[in-house]
């Protein structure tokens, strides 16, 4: 019978890649306690305490799980669960800007394809990598409920509608 410890170590998998320590703010700690306040269920406040963590470090690593575990009374998997179940918490670092293209049917057929390979070739990157300059970091998203100004994409907490290869200059500019 093969164990879990007799199979081979995937380098690539979370967790094996060292991660620096992490000290969770006491202002972060302090919000997330005022959260929990509100629920009976500690459960209830890990969605925010994920966000309100990620909002000051850009992204939630191994080390935030543990430290919300403890401020809410919580398993790591539990925390890391909804973590991992939302796709707006970010797993690993992201760029300073994250661009969110929509890849539902109505955007693919509005234009998708040419507009996640225009995005690819003018930041250099593809899905789930981030530019050298730690600019931006480009992901694919499940449709943004704007259906009907589509293709849909949004850049950090910005929604643009009806975007077009020939945008994407100047869709970035502000973001420099």
Known sequence: MIQLKDLPKNPQARGSVK????????E???AIEHEASFYDDPQAAVI??????????G??????IRAIGEVLGLGESTVDGVATFYNMIFRQPVGRHVIKLCDSTPCYLC????????????????????????????????C????????????????????????IDALLEPYA
């Not at 507009?115 to 499940?142: M, S, W």
């Not at 949004?154 to 077009?164: A, G, L, P, Q, R």
């Open 144 to 167: 943004l409920g704007a259906c009907d100004r589509a293709p849909v994409l949004m850049i950090d907490d910005d929604t643009h509608f009806n975007v077009t290869p020939d945008k």
């Open 59 to 64: 992204w939630v690593s191994d080390g935030a």
């Open 48 to 57: 925010e305490a994920l966000k309100i963590v990620q909002k000051r470090e």
């Open 111 to 142: 234009g998708y394809e040419k507009l996640k390979d225009a995005f690819c070739e003018h930041l250099g990157i593809d899905y789930g990598q981030t530019t050298p300059d730690n600019r931006f970091t480009l992901l694919p998203i499940v």
């Open 28 to 30: 972060d700690r302090a």
């Open 19 to 26: 991660q620096p320590p992490f000290t969770m703010h006491p």
